[in-house]
């Protein structure tokens, strides 16, 4: 049993100890953590729901080839043991020894970028992230980067502009030469799973596959994240003390990634942002649907599995791995086995997983190339938003335009994500023409009783979600 961590920060390594006189738990966030710090109070909390990204932070993580990745996150959504091995890099770090402006603090000052100082310092985070892992962004890449930094008092395009000015080098800086100390300092640090333990609270981060299922068999009741971008709102709104959580965020076999001529096998570890790159070109309509799934701080933190996991009515992925027939490996100590993405969610918030099962893996069948899939998301603004309603559709049809095959499944119309059965019957053996298609609409409503709540009322959303097969229609009658 560890009751510490250690993470860099400043240059050094730093360990943490989670005992009575330090006041910390390990469900601490780490802009909390920051924000006791007397000299790392240029991040601050607007939101603290991961909204806002005025608590933007760096962390860098080694890879494989000893190279350090950089991921701009919302410090309000991640538990300190999350940085355990990792290197943390806040807006004061930004300034070399030599007291100048990074690049990017000085193209937000010289486009009149820089505003009242509240939210400034997370742009300049997100730029920084930005400006270490990619040379000359597109202005859309630019603006995709800074979706989840939602004050602009000065204005949209003197941030872009200095994002693009900022951007149109190299990535060198003071970070680039002092890489292969920190190199260094991450590799001294143990990669074995820790295990914190106070009073009230366990935290356990195993670096296995197996000895996170022992834990789970062990532990049935403990709350299992990989990412916790949905399960530390619970912490952060709630104040809610997690008594137990387990957390796979750092086994790597959940993070691996095989593909085939049939399918392609997606770890349950892998982030949202990574997903983005691995889909675009072979499953387009799960890119599309990855776009507007929160903002970059989130992706880069967010993984498949534990976006499946929460079995969330509005959650973002599993209505296009409907679609796409995907299936979703569960483990145990039992052995394997897996459940169809369509018949996964069994309720509100439950699903067809077993206490001691995990989620490894979910596997992609490969459409034919006459397959017609699209995903849809209706939220009251295009980034950084939960879906009102939401839905994904796929289409076979035969050589004389026979509907011989529909998916049409639905987000935020039920307790669960759903398949409109009723209207998939109708339009089996039909011509896909649109007076099928609109009789077709009026019988959405039979499968679905949804809800009004403060993103929508339970009208508004029938006819989003009749629009939306119309809309689909449109899109593939030609």
Avoid at 235 to 249: W, Y
Avoid at 395 to 413: F, H, N, P, Q
């Amino acid at each position: 049993m560890r009751n510490s961590i250690e993470f860099v920060l400043d240059g050094k390594v730093v360990e943490v100890a989670f005992d009575p006189s330090s006041q910390l738990s390990p469900t601490t966030t780490v802009l909390n953590y920051l924000r006791g710090l007397p000299q790392h109070r240029g991040v601050k909390e607007g939101c603290a729901e991961g909204d806002c990204g005025a608590c933007t932070v760096v962390v860098g993580e080694l890879k494989a080839d000893r190279k350090i990745e950089y991921r701009a996150v919302d410090s309000c959504l991640m538990f300190l043991p999350m940085l355990h091995g990792k290197q943390l890099i806040t807006v004061e770090n930004l300034r070399g020894s030599s007291g100048n402006l990074h690049p990017v603090q000085q193209a937000m000052v010289s486009n009149h970028g820089s505003q009242c100082g509240f939210c400034t310092p997370g742009i300049a985070m997100t730029l920084f992230a930005l400006y270490k892992g990619m040379n000359k962004p597109s202005r859309d890449e630019i603006a995709d980067a800074l979706a989840g930094n939602l004050c602009r008092c000065t204005g949209y395009e003197p941030i872009l502009k200095a994002a693009a000015a900022a951007c149109d080098g190299d990535g060198m800086d003071h970070f680039t030469a002092d890489e292969t100390r920190i190199v260094g300092l991450l590799e001294s640090i143990s990669r074995e799973g820790i295990s914190i333990s106070t009073e009230q609270q366990r935290y356990d981060q195993p670096a296995t596959v197996d000895e996170c299922l022992e834990l789970m068999d062990k532990h049935p009741d403990a709350i299992v994240i990989n990412g916790a971008t949905d399960v530390a709102v619970r912490v952060t709104k709630q104040f809610e003390a997690l008594p137990h959580v387990i957390d796979c965020s750092r086994i790597n076999e959940l993070q691996a990634v095989s593909s085939d001529s049939n399918a392609l096998t997606i770890g349950a570890g892998v982030r949202l942002r990574e997903l983005m790159r691995i889909v675009r070109n072979d499953f387009p309509a799960f890119h599309e649907m990855l776009t507007v799934f929160a903002a970059c701080q989130i992706r880069n933190v967010a993984t498949l599995g534990g976006n499946i996991g929460t079995a969330s009515p509005i959650g973002d992925t599993l209505p296009v791995l409907m679609a796409y027939g995907a299936e979703i490996v569960l483990r145990s100590g039992r052995g394997l086995r897996t459940v169809k993405a369509d018949s996964y969610a069994k309720g509100y918030r439950k699903t067809d997983r077993r206490p001691d099962e995990l989620i490894t893996a979910v596997v992609l069948p490969r459409p034919s190339a006459a397959t017609r899939i699209r995903s849809y998301k209706v939220s009251k603004r295009r980034d950084l938003d939960i879906a009102t309603v939401s839905a994904a559709f796929r289409l076979e049809l035969d050589e004389k335009g026979i509907v011989s095959d529909i998916t049409l499944a639905y987000g935020g119309m039920a307790e669960c994500t759903k398949r409109s059965s009723t209207t998939e019957s109708y339009l089996k053996g039909k011509r896909w023409d649109r007076r099928h298609v609109e009789e077709a609409q009026r019988l959405v409503d039979a499968d679905f009783n949804p809800i009004s709540d403060v993103r929508g009322s339970a009208e508004f959303r029938r006819v989003a979600a009749r629009n939306l097969l119309l809309k689909f229609w449109s899109e593939t009658s030609g």
